[in-house]
C-alpha cells in the first residue's frame, strides 16, 4: 500500500508547470493577436456600404413584368408573366404598378408591325435621374438601369409577339 502512495506522488503527468503555462498564455494571445490584425484587413478590404441600385432596379423591373399590372389574366383569373395585355397597358396602370418617391421608369412597348406605346411613371424623377447619369462626374446618387424583355401581347383576342424597353432610375 505505501508502494502505491509512493508511485502516486511521484509520478508527474498531472502535474502543470510554469513554464507550460506561460507557453500556453502566450500562444493564445499569438492567436488572438493574428485574428483581430485578420478582421482589421478585411474591414478595410470591404466596403461598409454596398451599392445595391442595381439589384434594386432589377427588382423594379421584374415587379413590372410579372405583376397583375399590365400582364394578361384569363377568364379562370390565371395569371400569365410576360403577356402584356394592351386593354391594360395605360398610363394609370403604369403609374400606380410600382409605387414610390425615389422609383421612377419608362416603359416602351413595340410590337412586330413597330407599333410604339410609351408611358413615364414619375416623370421628373425620370428626367432628373437621365441627365444625372449621363454625367460621369455627378455627385448626385441615382442609378440608371435598362432592360428588354421579349414579350407576346394579348391585343383583342390575338397574340402577337413584341419587345418591352423598361428603362429605371433609382433616387439612391
Known amino acids: 500500500m505505501l508502494k502505491k502512495l509512493n508511485n502516486i506522488i511521484n509520478n508527474k503527468k498531472g502535474i502543470i508547470s510554469q513554464e507550460t503555462i506561460f507557453f500556453a498564455g502566450f500562444r493564445l ?28 432596379a432589377g427588382i423594379v423591373a421584374e415587379r413590372l413584368l410579372y405583376s ?64 444625372v447619369c449621363e454625367l460621369k462626374d455627378s455627385k448626385e446618387k441615382m442609378w440608371c438601369s435598362k432592360f428588354d424583355e421579349y414579350v407576346l401581347i394579348y391585343n383583342n383576342g390575338k397574340i402577337i409577339s413584341g419587345i418591352l424597353n423598361i428603362e429605371v432610375v433609382i433616387d439612391v
Not at 30 to 54: Q, R, T
Not at 93 to 112: I, M
Open 29 to 56: 494571445f499569438v492567436i488572438l493577436a493574428s485574428f483581430l490584425v485578420l478582421w482589421f484587413f478585411i474591414g478595410l478590404y470591404f466596403p461598409e456600404k454596398i451599392d445595391i441600385g442595381e439589384l434594386e
Open 68 to 131: 397583375y399590372c399590365f400582364n394578361f389574366v384569363d377568364s379562370n383569373a390565371r395569371l400569365y408573366p410576360g403577356m402584356i395585355d394592351a386593354s391594360k397597358f395605360t398610363a394609370e396602370n403604369v403609374n400606380k404598378c410600382v409605387k414610390g418617391d425615389t422609383v421612377a421608369y419608362r416603359l416602351k412597348l413595340q410590337d412586330v408591325d413597330k407599333d410604339v406605346k410609351e408611358f413615364t411613371a414619375n416623370e421628373e424623377l425620370f428626367s432628373l435621374g437621365k441627365a
